[in-house]
Structure formats: C-alpha cells, structure tokens
C-alpha cells in the first residue's frame, strides 16, 4: 500500500517530523527526550526521527520487559538502541508489577511452556463475542475485564518510569503512537499514550513501515509481527479481528469520504463499530 511514496512526499515527510521535533524541543527547553524502545516498528522510527533531529546524546532510551514479555523483545529493543547509537537503560518491571497483584491475576507462567501461555490468552481474548469491542467498552466476564486490569497496568507503570527518568534530566517524553491506534483506541488509556511529543501521530500504520524504509530502520524490526507485548500471543492484529492493510485502506477511504463499495462489508462494519465505540477511550475526566 503506497500512501507516501509519491514525488519523494515520504523524505518530505521525513523532514518535516524532523523540524517538528527541533523546534518544540528547543521551544519548551527541554534538553533532550526520553523514548520506550519497544524492540518494535513505532518506537524505531520514532527513535530515529528523534536522533536525526536533535542527535543522538540527547535522546536517551529506556526498555522496560517484563514477565510476559517475548524472548526476542530485549534482543531486539537492544538491536534498534545500538542502531540509533544512544545511550539506553534495561530495568525489568516484573517486581512491580508482582507487587501491585497483577500476576496474581491470571495463573502462574513459569511453570506452562510459552505455547501454552499463549494459547491461553488467545483463548480468554476469544471467549466474548467481538472481543475488541468490549475491550473499547471496559465491558466482558470477569475473567476479561481482569484480563484488561491485567494488560492495561503494564504500559501505565512504563509512563511512570519513562517520566522519572526524564524529570531527572529535563527531558520530554516521546510517544509512539500512530493514527491507526488513535483513530481505533489501540492504545491504554494513561499508558503508552501519555508523553509530551507525538512524532508519528499523523501516520497510518503502513505509512509508518514506508518510512522505516526510507530510515533504513533494521529489517528484522520492519518484518516482526506488530504486537503491544503485553500478553502472550496477542499480536495488534490477532486484538484488532483484521490487517492493518484493511484498516488503513478502510480508514483513509472514511476520511475522504470515498467510495466504500471494494471493501468487503464485514471489514467494514468492524470498523465503523470500532470507530462508534472508540469515543469511550478518549473519555479523560468528566466533570459537571
């Protein structure tokens, strides 16, 4: 799917984050910006606008796994700190979390092997009926919406850290989220969407890996399946019910008010239903 690559718009595109990123940094004088390194796509790219724009001595990186994490999560977060060449900070957040009663939440992992830790979140994801949409809802059984308690405090105690760290230095944070996830709320509430600048937020999701072409981000982070790590098995797009293709496809043909009737119907029901109940995630704080 070709959304940037027309008349160079994707270097234009590249320039313009950069020169964002320059002159909000330099316009709240912050002294650099401390960035989560997933080991995936989003905060690869975001990484390596950040670095391009202000250089790689005031970005500084923090990867933050826990208990569920994948087994190629570190590796690979290590893999985009060394590409980027900035300086980075591993701290395991499993004791925290233990602590707070998470992992009391769900059965004890060490002792099932990772396949059957993941099907057993595939499973608990699968037993509502449209699974995402009750997610959006804070609504399911009560072993879903432990599940959501369960997944949701991850990227919530991450923000708590990354602004600890940056506080210290007087350095922003950098969020990684992209339009496709806000545009469908696949993001945690005060979790990975708090920071204080948004570099990719106006980028489709395959907008995003046409611009890890261009940055020349590593392959293997380009070609890994994207997935929020925070439960075992589940992939955005296993969460999600469909490809980022087809949503950004279907999304992008809603914005400009274009002709829907290539897409199949069930896709696009999806969407609008997602797009209904979104409206529930961006609720901060009601007030009379």
Excluded at 21 to 38: D, L, Q, T
Excluded at 50 to 79: H, M, Q, Y
Excluded at 151 to 172: N, T
Aim: hydrophobic share 40%; aromatic share 10%.
């Amino acid at each position: 799917m070709n959304l940037l690559c027309k008349g160079g718009f994707v270097l234009t595109e590249a320039e313009k984050i950069k020169a964002f990123i320059k002159e909000n940094i330099e316009r709240y004088k912050f002294s650099g910006v401390v960035i989560g390194i997933s080991g995936g796509i989003d905060s690869a790219v975001v990484g390596k606008l950040l670095v391009d724009a202000i250089g790689n001595d005031k970005v500084f990186g923090l990867i933050l796994p826990e208990r569920d994490s994948a087994k190629e999560t570190v590796k690979d977060a290590k893999l985009v700190c060394e590409f980027l060449k900035i300086n980075y900070k591993i701290k395991n957040i499993s004791r925290i979390l233990r602590s707070m009663g998470v992992y009391s939440l769900k059965p004890p992992a060490l002792i099932f092997p990772r396949s059957v830790q993941e099907r057993y979140a595939q499973n608990v994801w699968l037993a509502e009926d449209k699974p995402y949409i009750q997610d959006l809802q804070n609504r399911g059984n009560k072993s879903f919406r432990e599940s959501l308690a369960y997944y949701r405090a991850k990227p919530r105690i991450r923000s708590v850290i990354f602004y600890f760290y940056a506080e210290q230095l007087g350095y922003a944070v950098a969020g990684c989220t992209n339009k496709t996830e806000a545009l469908t709320g696949f993001y945690v509430k005060w979790g990975d969407e708090i920071c204080d600048i948004e570099p990719i937020s106006h980028l489709y999701k395959t907008q995003v890996y046409e611009l890890a072409e261009i940055l020349k981000i590593p392959q293997k982070i380009i070609n890994k399946k994207p997935s929020p790590d925070i439960a075992p098995g589940i992939t955005d797009e296993f969460a999600l019910g469909i490809s980022y293709e087809e949503i950004d496809r279907i999304l992008i043909k809603i914005e400009k008010g274009e002709d829907l009737s290539g897409e199949k119907q069930e896709s696009i029901g999806k969407i609008k239903e997602v797009l209904a109940n979104k409206k529930l995630r961006e609720i901060k704080c009601l007030h009379l």
